[in-house]
Structures are given as structure tokens and as C-alpha cells.
């Protein structure tokens, strides 16, 4: 089985939430931030817009004990670009694309623990490929904010920003302060 990657991903092993949740898994679902949450039976995942929400989570899960890197290496946790894939050294989660329903002309970008062999991919309640990140992505490199983006305001946890290339407002969901 497999977990929907979408924006930048938290993707946690379940065995690491069983025991930094004290086996209490409806703590952990009552914990994530967003509606971004899928699960399969051996890994979680928690979408965001913004480095800045996805170190903020990661601290939380930090504090109940759980471990992002040891010496480089991901242990209970690793982040995964929707774009550039995993991004640190990590022995224990594969990613890669899966054509959703089949479809060749739609991949979904998707996450596995290392050595399952399934295609079949979860995601949050309510995701469907048309109204998804995956179909509408705009990714703006660190850096080229200001070249291609103007920041209007944030309302309802969302940064608002003008596309000065297409002149439209685009949105950046977030989950802590701006």
C-alpha cells in the first residue's frame, strides 16, 4: 500500500506513532493540523504548503520522543517533496508516481514503506484528483518568491498571493503563523 504525496509531506512509520502516542492512534489523528492526513498500514502522512508548518510539526512529534534524523538518517519520520522526492537519506520508505485509476495521463505522486510491492495509494478523506494539488500544482522555488509571487494578505489559514506571470491570486494553505 501506498500514501498520497502532496506538497511537502510528513511521513511517519505507524510503529513510531503507536509508541510515541502510547498506542493511541485517535491521539495522534486529533493531533494533525489539517484534513491532509492518509494512512495505510505502515506509514502516516501529513501534507503542507510551507517548510516553515512542516518544521513546526515535526518539532511537535519531536517532543513526544519521536526521531526525523540520527546522524543524517531518518528514522520515525522523513519529509518527502511532492516535486524532488525524499529528502534525506532514508532505508526505510520508497517514493515514486502511480497512475491514478489507472489512468497514465494522471500520476499521483505517492510514498511506500521499502519493499511492499502494492499500488494501491491512500488518501485524506474528501481528496479527489480533480479538485487536487497534484492536478493544480504551482511550485515556486525558495528564493524566486519575489520574482513571481506578491503577498496580499492571509485569511482563513491561507496566504494569499498575486501570480504577477498569470494575474491571478493563488494559495498557500498554512497551519502555524505566518
Not at 502510547?22 to 498500514?41: H, I, Q, R, Y
Request: glycine share 8%; hydrophobic share 40%.
Amino acid at each position: 500500500m501506498a500514501v498520497l504525496i502532496e506538497g511537502i509531506s510528513v511521513v511517519m512509520q505507524i510503529s513510531a506513532l503507536y509508541e510515541a502516542f502510547g498506542g493511541d492512534l485517535e491521539a495522534f489523528k486529533e493531533d494533525v493540523p489539517n484534513m491532509t492526513l492518509c494512512m495505510d498500514s505502515d506509514l502516516a502522512r501529513v501534507g503542507f504548503m510551507s517548510p516553515i508548518d512542516v518544521e513546526s510539526y515535526i518539532r511537535g512529534l519531536e517532543q513526544r520522543g519521536m526521531v526525523y534524523l540520527d546522524e543524517g538518517m531518518a528514522r520515525d519520520i522523513i519529509v518527502i517533496d511532492q516535486h524532488q522526492g525524499i529528502l534525506a537519506r532514508c532505508d526505510w520508505v520508497e517514493f515514486g508516481h502511480i497512475d491514478w485509476q489507472g489512468d497514465a495521463k494522471k500520476p499521483v505522486a505517492a510514498a511506500r514503506l521499502l519493499g511492499t510491492d502494492e499500488h494501491q495509494i491512500f488518501t485524506p478523506d474528501d481528496w479527489s484528483y480533480e479538485q487536487s494539488l497534484t492536478r493544480s500544482f504551482v511550485f515556486v522555488p525558495a528564493g524566486q518568491e519575489d520574482k513571481s509571487l506578491r503577498f496580499l494578505r492571509h485569511e482563513d489559514n491561507l496566504d494569499v498571493y498575486l501570480n504577477l506571470v498569470t494575474g491571478k491570486e493563488v494559495y498557500s494553505g498554512r497551519t502555524g503563523e505566518r
